[in-house]
């Protein structure tokens, strides 16, 4: 089976923070995307990379930024929290497109900026 | 960007009814998947349905999709309490990306 990490679970951070949420898969896949979700938005993408050191933006990336040195590992990066980025992150992979694009999640993190 | 969209945005049902979710998108899709998400997890994959097909089945899900209406159903046959969750639909834009709905929320009753 996929397994899909997330470094942490719950995350409190105060507001001007560096944050960093850590993302690692198992099953040598090629693409890995970062999603916040809040209630009623559904999930919104916030970068993807779809090979090491190849990140492209999504949706909503002002105010994040990214890091794949490894295949494996998919970092999220907050420069500097604020408390508009209190949310629920969630990290996946999938293999290419032809594989149909199949998300593999990992549990989420659950950060508060205060 | 939001191209799903599903409805009801939330569903209470008694369990071992049968629960009928369906999900509208807006432009021609490869294919469309279903996801299920418990509370405050991640997203599971439940099924995909390409754009050739028109109805699909595992266990006790059927997902039917019509792309001359752009709109896709998932049906649970004979509910349980574990199928209380979020689900979600996801339509591919041939660019590595999935577009998700805001979800419907189902909730089982005992």
């Known amino acids: 089976d996929v397994k899909v990490t997330q470094s942490s679970r719950y995350l409190v951070k105060r507001t001007g923070e560096k944050v960093f949420l850590e993302c690692v898969q198992d099953?040598?896949?090629?693409?890995m995307f970062w999603y916040r979700q809040d209630p009623g938005l559904g999930l919104r993408l916030i970068y993807l990379s779809y090979d090491v050191k190849m990140k492209e933006k999504g949706d909503i990336p002002e105010g994040y930024s990214v890091s794949r040195e490894k295949k494996e590992r998919f970092s999220l990066i907050l420069e500097s929290a604020s408390t508009n980025q209190t949310s629920m992150y969630l990290c996946?992979?999938?293999?290419?497109?032809?594989?149909?694009?199949?998300?593999?999640f990992g549990p989420g993190t659950r950060l508060t900026v205060t | 960007s939001q191209q799903g969209e599903e409805d009801p945005q939330a569903l209470s049902i008694q369990e071992g009814e049968n629960a009928t979710m369906n999900c509208s998108y807006k432009?021609?899709?490869?294919?469309l998947q279903w996801y299920r998400q418990n509370s405050g997890r991640g997203l599971v994959h439940l099924i995909l349905?390409?754009?050739n097909e028109r109805e699909k089945h595992s266990g006790r899900l059927r997902v039917t999709l019509d792309t001359s209406k752009k709109s896709s159903s998932l049906l649970i046959t004979a509910s349980r309490a574990a199928d209380t969750a979020s689900y979600f639909c996801?339509?591919?834009?041939?660019?590595?990306?999935?577009?998700w709905g805001a979800g419907t929320k189902l909730i089982i009753k005992p």
């Open positions: 349905i390409r754009s």
């Open positions: 996946a992979s999938s293999l290419t497109a032809s594989g149909g694009l199949k998300q593999y």
């Open positions: 099953m040598d896949h090629e693409n």
């Open positions: 996801a339509t591919d834009d041939s660019n590595y990306q999935l577009i």
């Open positions: 432009t021609s899709i490869n294919n």
